[in-house]
């Protein structure tokens, strides 16, 4: 996937904590989504917390943090029942997503279409809903923060109409 194209659709089975969610649905607002399993030991001690840390420094309204269960292995242990225990338990209110399977493909659509390498992996999207950044593993938070804050000043710019402008 290349970023600054308009982020590929998500193909998702089930929402969880939301009501179905759609790209478009999110426009003009900045999307940061992880693609994790809840078996993965980088998604459970890095990344989700690290969702759940920026859910809670940024406004909803400008900064969408959604989850994507991509699940590519382990597809007996990691099911529907099992995330709703592990989301509760660990109090992950942030809208989750269960990547869909199709055809017997142990690699989940959403998965295939951002050519993920596997788990954790973050998207950036900016207000426009192009893909601006993907990260397989864990962005250190100062460097999401920092990049979070570049997009924001984009869509404030956006916004303003001074995209280009000069000061």
């Known amino acids: 996937m ?3 194209q ?6 998702v089975s089930r929402w969880f904590n939301s009501a179905p969610l759609t790209l478009a ?8 989504a992880h693609a994790f399993q809840m078996l993965c030991p ?6 989700l917390p690290q969702m759940q840390r920026v ?15 991509t699940v590519f292995e382990h597809h007996e242990a990691q099911g529907p029942l099992a995330l709703e225990a592990f989301l509760h338990e660990y109090r992950y209110a942030f809208p989750v997503g269960v990547d869909a399977h199709a055809n017997g ?11 993920m390498q596997g788990t954790p992996t973050l998207m950036l999207i900016d207000a426009q809903g ?22 924001l000043e984009e ?10 402008a000069n000061p």
Do not use: K
Not at 25 to 32: A, E, I, N, S, W
């Open 2 to 4: 290349t970023t600054g």
């Open 6 to 11: 308009l982020a590929p659709p998500w193909q």
């Open 25 to 32: 649905d999110l426009r003009g607002r900045v999307v940061v």
């Open 42 to 47: 980088g998604c459970a001690v890095h990344a």
């Open 55 to 69: 859910r809670q420094t940024f406004p909803a309204d400008r900064v969408a943090v959604i989850g994507l269960h």
């Open 105 to 115: 493909d142990p690699l989940p659509l959403t998965m295939r279409a951002y050519a």
């Open 130 to 151: 192009r893909l601006r950044e993907q990260h397989f593993g864990v962005l250190d938070d100062l460097a999401l923060g920092a990049a979070l804050g570049r997009l």
């Open 155 to 164: 869509a404030d710019d956006a916004e303003a109409g001074t995209i280009g």
